[in-house]
């Protein structure tokens, strides 16, 4: 997943135009962009939209986002969601691998009840939007089958730390919110599961976003939040392998095959050992899955 668009559950209008929106996944929210009086009211609007596209034939991947498992909202969420199959939920404010298990369990009781194969949902969770977040984000790594990502946010982490802001005059990310970036993208490496980078909220300034989706990709990650359709080309591109990267990777990978038990190779005077030659594989890997 290059780009995760988030979509509010309470607006048909947006949730179509997500749709059509070329993302790679849809995140259909129950959480920030919904108020408390409409909360209800959103989780029949998700089912029936959840419903609806995950029976089409061509769709973006369906998430959903609860309410975090401290609200008192999160069953309600979920017993609303599960039955209409969605391929994944997003877990806010997660802390850590207990958290993972304990959404775990109760995506299997709802899958169960539900008729669905034990871990048919998958977790994507957001690893640092509190200050104790920080601390556990090496318990992920085998807390459940079901994570298949982590992402950040640095928005509910300023809140709780009592920060002004979180990014600077430049637009640039403070130092607190940087080094939050570089947890998810080593927790999420540690867990085995795709690091996803935050969201851009300026997101009508394309450059910015080019920028921060340059970052990402040279960083590491591999998929980045979306909070507008305009958003998800520029994401998509970015985080595409071009076709000069594929062909330096197969070069690389031809230039071991072609000398096999060797730790390093050259090529055009320049030398390649081992951890290029995984990084080369895994990008050969990911421009096969995103062409098909």
Known sequence: MRSLLFVPADSQKKLDKGLGSGADALIVDLEDSIVPDRKAAARGAAAEFVKAAV????????????NGLTTGLADADLDAV?????????????????????LDAKLAVREALSGLPDGHVKIVALATETAQSLF?????????????????????????????????????????????????????????VQAIDTLSVDFRNEAALRGECEEARRDGFTGKLAIHPAQVPIINEVLTPTAEAVAHAQAVVA??????????????????????????????????????
């Open 82 to 102: 599960i039955p209409a199959q969605p391929d994944a939920i997003m877990l806010p404010k997660a802390e850590g691998g207990p958290s993972i298990i304990h």
């Open 55 to 66: 029976a089409r034939a061509q769709r973006p991947r369906i998430l959903v986002r609860i």
């Open 136 to 192: 556990v984000a090496g318990t992920y790594r085998g807390s459940s089958n079901r994570l298949t990502g982590l992402t950040w946010g640095a928005e509910d982490l300023s809140a709780d730390l009592g920060a002004e802001a979180n990014r600077g005059a430049d637009g640039r990310f403070l130092e607190p919110y940087r080094f939050a970036r570089i947890i998810c993208l080593t927790a999420a490496s540690a867990a085995g």
């Open 255 to 292: 230039a071991f095959d072609a000398a096999p038990g060797a730790g390093t190779v050259q090529i055009n005077g320049v030398m390649f050992d081992i951890p290029h030659l995984t990084r080369a594989k895994n990008l050969l890997a990911r421009a096969r899955t995103l062409a098909g």
